[in-house]
């Protein structure tokens, strides 16, 4: 069983999904490379944002409830997720997200790296992470942003707890994972990735209270695990250290197990294949409703139940 190999996805929950379309592609320059639906309320989206192909440690996900309230950060989940963008791309982000009126602040600086915090249409905080040594991606050359400039896939996420001890543990005992070092409130611990979602961040905070879940909460980060037989061993394992580990979920992409850790959040681990080319070809992501073969008997009235979806279209941007 080796370590697990970084982040794999991040979900979390919003309300319109045009917002949201228009926010991870429009503005962060994300491909929407999966629409599919909520396999557990197929009248709701699931919506898969990556790079060109939704490499993993790029991808986050989103089911956007539309009546959904608005949820309230708290302690007991992931507070923050974060992109990676190469440290010479800064000044092109804050003249970025000045041209469009996206609020944003700069923090101090974070292990070295200047961090622009932000805030999605739901409030969920995204933060890119200007690096010397951002990762590699698939860019999407049809989306607006120069390739220079595009988000380097995941850099972190932050779980915000009350007590460090059980994460940390889970995390260095069970998962693989290296303490690197503490920086104030925030520890952070260094994934096996080959290089993209390297690093979860643990802000303890004793006195937080519980956050309220809620449209901009991230509901789970999910880990990677190479295949099948390995996500088996895991799941013994976690068991074995009495954790509540959930049976394998088939999410069509890829398999999953998930259970919740000491300090409250929501983990997953799931398998690296099959993948989103699985019913896709490259050039297709995206582009249209894709459902489970349980739903597709059902697709008339799903389709009539989803709202529609503008796809933004970058093809005559002159300048990006
Ligand atoms: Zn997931």
Redesign the pocket.
């Known amino acids: 069983m080796k370590p697990i190999q970084g982040l794999h996805?991040i979900?979390a929950v919003a309300s319109d999904p045009q917002a949201n379309v228009d926010f991870y592609v429009g503005v962060l320059g994300q491909r929407l490379v999966k629409t599919t639906v909520n396999f557990d309320d197929p009248g709701t989206y699931h919506l898969y944002y990556g790079d060109e192909i939704g490499t993993l440690g790029t991808a986050i996900?989103f089911f956007p409830w539309r009546t959904m309230h608005r949820g309230r950060i708290g302690s007991g989940e992931t507070s923050a997720m974060a992109y990676a963008i190469p440290r010479t791309s800064i000044e092109y982000w804050r003249a970025r997200l000045t041209d469009l009126d996206i609020p944003f602040e700069e923090t101090n600086l974070r292990f070295d790296d200047p961090v622009i915090s932000l805030a999605d249409p739901d409030g969920m905080v995204v933060e890119l992470v200007a690096t010397d040594d951002p990762s590699t991606i698939q860019f999407w050359k049809d989306g607006p942003i120069p390739e220079e400039h595009a988000l380097r896939g995941f850099h972190s996420v932050t779980l915000l707890l009350n007590t460090l001890p059980g994460t940390a543990a889970l995390l260095t005992e069970q998962m693989g994972y290296d303490f690197v070092g503490q920086e104030g409130s925030r520890f952070r611990f260094c994934g096996a990735s080959n290089d993209r979602g390297l690093y979860v961040d643990i802000d303890v905070q004793p006195d937080v209270p519980r956050g309220s879940f809620g449209a901009g909460s991230i509901h789970?980060v999910?880990f990677r695990t190479v295949d099948d037989s390995e996500q088996l061993e895991y799941m013994a394992a976690f068991r074995a250290a009495g954790q509540q580990v959930t049976s394998v979920q088939d999410r069509q992409y890829f398999h999953?197990i998930y259970f919740r850790g000491p300090g409250g959040v929501l983990f997953?681990v799931?398998t690296d294949e099959p993948g989103f080319l699985i019913d896709e070809s490259i050039e297709e992501l995206g582009s249209s409703l894709k459902l489970p073969s349980w739903y597709e008997s059902k697709r008339d009235f799903i389709e009539k139940t989803l709202p529609p979806i503008d796809h933004p279209d970058f093809s005559n941007t002159l300048s990006k």
């Open positions: 996805h979900t996900t789970h999910a999953s997953e799931a």
